[in-house]
Nanobody, 125 residues
Framework: VQLQASGGGLVQAGGSLRLSCAAS????????LAWFRQASGKEREFVAG????????FYADSVKGRFTISRDNAKSTLYLQMNSLQPDDTAVYYC???????????????????WGQGTQVTVSS
């Protein structure tokens, strides 16, 4: 499975962006999907994740209430709606997919098998 992230850009604080991640060479069938981000000089961090069944999405505390993760299994596409963006949200955002990930490992990058190339999100103050 190959993942292609898109939708990043430059936005002012308080603005919104919608990221997309499309799969090719396969589908999202049975996969847990997630978004991570990596700011310059920092480690990659979990942003949000969603199971194959679309139930109970998971969010990092820093984005809860502002970001919404969703997936369209028929289109093999993952989304991240980002509202009320702040300068601290500036990072490269990566989509990722993995199978059989237990709850406690959802935020661990090594739990995931496939990664997109990343899309830059820059929030100006």
């Amino acid at each position: 499975v190959q993942l292609q992230a898109s939708g990043g850009g430059l936005v002012q604080a308080g603005g919104s962006l919608r990221l997309s991640c499309a799969a090719s060479g396969g589908t999202f069938s049975g996969y847990t999907l997630a978004w991570f981000r990596q700011a310059s000089g920092k480690e990659r961090e979990f942003v949000a994740g969603i199971r194959w069944t679309n139930s109970n999405p998971f969010y990092a505390d820093s984005v809860k209430g502002r970001f919404t993760i969703s997936r369209d299994n028929a289109k093999s596409t993952l989304y991240l709606q980002m509202n009320s963006l702040q300068p601290d949200d500036t990072a490269v955002y990566y989509c990722t997919a993995g199978r059989s990930i237990i709850l406690s490992n959802l935020g661990v990058p090594s739990s995931y098998s496939y990664w997109g190339q990343g899309t830059q999100v820059t929030v100006s103050s």
